[in-house]
């Protein structure tokens, strides 16, 4: 029996090793494990010791507006899971199009996760975060079949606001 929440056309080793490290980064974060040794390790060799803790910072800031400031609720799968929920699906995107400088998609995207307009301060965030993994060769591909953002949803209140949810298994 598949799971809804997933896609089921993907899986996370497909993407590449950008898309695994980013998925694995914000997960962990988005569960409250921005402090795991093995997280903050990891970072530090793929980003270097000065640059690691910078990007583990802006990762656990951009899950806590998801998290905390977001209007509808995002499904994030436990670190460790290879498949990708549709949710993480459009989350890798938004990387994506940022990395590409595609500012309009990327908004596009954001506001569709966020279920209200991004600030500033979260499009830093997703500038700081995608320039960072292509400063070290790290290409986050996204899966070609996330469902499009609509426009409507961003003006669409969820019930149970400012919350993520975890699912799958590693």
């Given amino acids: 029996m598949t799971?809804?929440?997933?896609?089921q056309t993907v899986r996370l080793p497909d993407l590449g090793f950008g898309a695994a490290?980013?998925?694995?980064?914000?997960?962990?974060?988005?569960?409250?494990?921005?402090q795991c040794g093995c997280l903050v390790g990891g970072f530090e060799r793929i980003f270097g010791p000065k640059q690691g803790p910078l990007v583990l910072r802006d990762m656990v800031g951009l899950a806590r507006i998801f998290g905390n400031d977001g209007r509808r609720r995002v499904t994030v799968a436990m670190p460790g899971c290879i498949g990708i929920t549709l949710d993480e699906g459009a989350l890798l995107r938004v990387f994506n199009t940022a990395q590409s400088g595609e500012e309009t998609a990327c908004d596009r995207h954001l506001r569709w996760?966020?279920?209200k307009?991004?600030?500033d301060h979260m499009r830093q965030l997703t500038r700081n975060l995608a320039t960072a993994y292509l400063d070290r060769g790290l290409l986050i591909q996204a899966p070609g079949n996330v469902p499009a953002p609509?426009?409507?949803?961003?003006?669409?209140?969820?019930?149970?606001?400012?919350?993520?949810?975890?699912?799958?298994?590693?």
């Fill in 117 to 119: 307009e991004p600030d």
């Fill in 150 to 170: 609509k426009t409507e949803a961003a003006n669409e209140k969820i019930a149970d606001l400012a919350s993520m949810r975890a699912v799958g298994s590693a």
């Fill in 113 to 115: 996760l966020l279920a």
């Fill in 21 to 34: 490290t980013m998925m694995w980064g914000f997960r962990a974060c988005a569960l409250g494990h921005s």
């Fill in 3 to 7: 799971n809804p929440e997933f896609l």
